[in-house]
Antibody, heavy 118, light 107 residues
Framework: QVQLLESGGGVVQPGTSLRLSCEAS????????MHWVRQAPGKGLEWLAV????????EYAESVKGRFTISRDNSKSVLFLDMSNLTVDDSAVYYC???????????WGQGTLVVVSS | EIVMTQSPATLSLSPGEGATLSCRAS??????VAWYQQKPGQSPRLLMF???APAAGIPDRFSGRGSGTEFTLTLSSLRSEDVAIYYC?????????FGGGTKVEIK
């Protein structure tokens, strides 16, 4: 079965950087685009970024463009999100999700919590 | 950016009642809408894509419809396990955007 396991979250100070990972299993990772989505405590869902299966297309939300970088290692079935210059507003649960069809999100991980606090 | 507006914010219904959740897009998005269910403490789960196509394993008491700017998700007979927040999402244009969610509660 499809499994997505995020890791790398934690408590960090404003202005610092963090790398999130998402290990995929149960499907042919190299054939699917992948998304990152976040959810601040008690808030709704915010889409952040997508990377095509072959990295030919990468798109970002305006709120993270220039600070966050999505990438992938198809040889290891891992998705990454490199986050820099973090602010308190970046505190959230970060989910990776598989791109289904025309960019709906058909499978989601359990999320990893990032807390940005001084 | 395409803004997705969901209403109502909260629905409080008795078991067995039907529920209609609305989602309005700020621009014509054809049928490029998905719906997700997020139960308390869980990750979101895909319910519907292309407005009305159910995802794998979704009970047939869930149905979706709409095109253009107006979309609805209908639960035909509410069960306790349907307590959740429901989100619509457009994938017509980047950036992808979600609605603010409708919380479904049991009276």
């Amino acid at each position: 079965q499809v499994q997505l396991l995020e890791s790398g979250g934690g408590v960090v100070q404003p202005g610092t950087s963090l790398r999130l990972s998402c290990e995929a299993s149960g499907f042919s990772f190299s054939s699917y685009g992948m998304h990152w989505v976040r959810q601040a405590p008690g808030k709704g869902l915010e889409w952040l970024a997508v990377v095509w299966f072959d990295e030919t297309i990468i798109e970002y939300a305006e709120s993270v463009k220039g600070r966050f970088t999505i990438s992938r290692d198809n040889s290891k079935s891992v998705l990454f999100l490199d986050m820099s210059n973090l602010t308190v507003d970046d505190s959230a649960v970060y989910y990776c999700a598989r791109r289904g069809g025309a960019s709906w999100l058909d499978y989601w991980g359990q999320g990893t919590l990032v807390v940005v606090s001084s | 950016e395409i803004v997705m507006t969901q209403s109502p914010a909260t629905l409080s219904l008795s078991p067995g009642e039907g529920a209609t959740l609305s989602c309005r897009a700020s621009h014509d998005i054809d049928n490029n809408v998905a719906w997700y269910q997020q139960k308390p403490g869980q990750s979101p789960r895909l319910l519907m894509f292309t407005s009305s196509a159910p995802a794998a394993g979704i009970p047939d008491r869930f149905s979706g419809r709409g095109s253009g700017t107006e979309f609805t998700l209908t639960l035909s007979s509410l069960r306790s396990e349907d307590v959740a927040i429901y989100y619509c999402q457009q994938y017509h244009k980047w950036p992808l955007t979600f609605g603010g969610g409708t919380k479904v509660e049991i009276k």
